[in-house]
């Protein structure tokens, strides 16, 4: 069955060499277990509900991708939108989650179509080159910022806006080592260097008396508190319609881009460098976010983490599978997740910021036409603590600068209408 399935033999593979990578993926992606129901806590949804729908999303998605699509990549909530969700939308917008959650689910619609109609790949090529690298470095300082100040390592102050925090108590000390023992293990090739770090801080912390004991394993929590709870009707509300452009823009990038270096990883283009079934590969990623909205949880996205599976020599859609059980099995262990202190999380987040930061490299810096849309689009992200602004003041000085340089035969149809969509919202709603 599993010979007809995934064609292991024609991809020169094996069920024990397809599980062994699923089990290498899952656990460089497990972080995201304690991350995101922590990050979605702070936007007011239930800590339990979110586990829940974290593992039961990153089981759907990756299961869809191993079925439909026969490639060896694991799916789950992503960072930087889960950020954007919490931080940006409910606490920096004021929306409820029940309404965030509904425009998380109206972008995955989005995807489904632009998917199903073969316009994603004309869309996410039509968008200028640094207009998407921004977008990823943006997040990134965005989310480093939000991982700071979970730290205490950042904090507020009225006169300078920012300052430095007392890095002195054990909760900001915790979370510098943690730091610096995730870099050391991710250098030194250890696998699941984000988990170990987590489990080491939580564990440290435990020890001292700064997060009370709770067990590992019980049965999972209730879903009801997040099932079904998103506000599709009040996303549809105007002054929301560019939160879901921004959900769609992210989502429509960051899959684009990982899909396309698990592909080179994974030598699965092919002589023209297209990914075959891409459809199928689209299709699985937009039904996943959709489906993780109306579950509780952000966005859901294609792991780059998938690349570590690749390399223990998965190549068929069984790998996603296994990470897809691993997720399912996950689900037993919510008191763990719940014991995991925000001290814990905060330096996985400044991980993931520094990775996402290194965008920054690829912008063309000879061409201050492009750069100077790329870099607003950064400070702004960061400095409004909204990514809907960055990406909206990035596309809107984008256009505006090459039509006043007489450059407005370079500009695309797509990157156009999204800056006339969002500068409508800032001039009428």
């Not at 080179?264 to 039904?287: E, N, Q």
């Not at 014991?339 to 993931?352: E, G």
């Not at 492009?370 to 003041?393: L, Q």
Request: aromatic residues 8%.
């Amino acid at each position: 069955m599993l010979e007809k399935l995934f064609l292991l033999s024609a991809h020169r593979t094996t069920v024990r060499t397809e599980c062994l990578a699923g089990l290498t993926t899952f656990l460089t992606m497990s972080a995201i277990l304690f991350v995101n129901p922590d990050i979605l806590a702070a936007a007011g949804i239930d800590r339990g509900g979110a586990f829940v729908a974290t593992c039961l999303a990153a089981a759907i998605g990756s299961l869809l991708m191993g079925l439909l699509a026969n490639y060896p990549i694991g799916q789950a909530p992503g960072m930087g939108i889960n950020a954007f969700f919490a931080f940006g939308l409910v606490k920096g917008m004021g929306l409820s989650w029940e309404v965030a959650l509904g425009a998380v689910f109206l972008s995955g619609v989005l995807f489904i179509l632009v998917s199903v109609l073969k316009l994603r790949e004309w869309f996410v090529n039509a968008i200028p080159a640094n207009l998407k690298h921004s977008i990823a470095a943006g997040v990134g300082l965005f989310v480093a910022l939000v991982a700071l100040h979970q730290a205490g390592v950042v904090t507020g102050n009225p006169d300078t806006l920012v300052a430095i925090g007392d890095i002195k108590t054990p909760q900001a000390l915790l979370a510098m080592a943690g730091f610096l023992l995730m870099v050391v293990l991710d250098k030194r090739g250890v696998p699941g260097a984000l988990l170990l770090g987590i489990l080491a801080v939580t564990a440290a912390s435990i020890a001292l008396g700064l997060t009370p004991y709770q067990g590992l394993m019980s049965a999972p929590p209730s879903l009801a508190p997040t099932l079904f709870k998103a506000d599709v009707v009040g996303a549809l509300d105007v002054a929301v319609l560019g939160v879901v452009l921004s959900f769609f823009l992210m989502s429509l990038f960051e899959t684009s881009g990982t899909l396309i270096a698990i592909a080179s990883r994974g030598g699965f283009l092919d002589k023209d460098g297209k990914l075959p079934r891409l459809k199928r590969a689209l299709l699985a990623d937009s039904t996943a976010i959709s489906a993780g909205a109306l579950l509780g949880t952000s966005s859901t996205t294609s792991y780059i983490e998938s690349t570590t599976g690749i390399t223990a020599g998965g190549r068929t859609g069984l790998t996603a599978v296994v990470i897809a059980l691993l997720f399912l099995a996950s689900l037993f262990f919510a008191p763990l997740a719940a014991m995991i202190p925000p001290h814990a999380t905060a330096p996985a987040l400044l991980f993931v910021a520094i990775l996402m930061l290194k965008s920054l490299a690829d912008l063309d810096w000879n061409d201050i036409s492009e750069t100077a849309p790329a870099v607003a689009c950064v400070v702004v992200m960061a400095f409004t603590f909204s990514i809907s602004d960055g990406i909206a003041f990035g596309a809107i000085s984008y256009v505006l600068v090459k039509l006043l340089t007489g450059q407005y035969r370079t500009l695309s149809l797509p990157i156009v209408v999204v800056a006339a969509l969002f500068l409508t919202r800032y001039l009428f709603l």
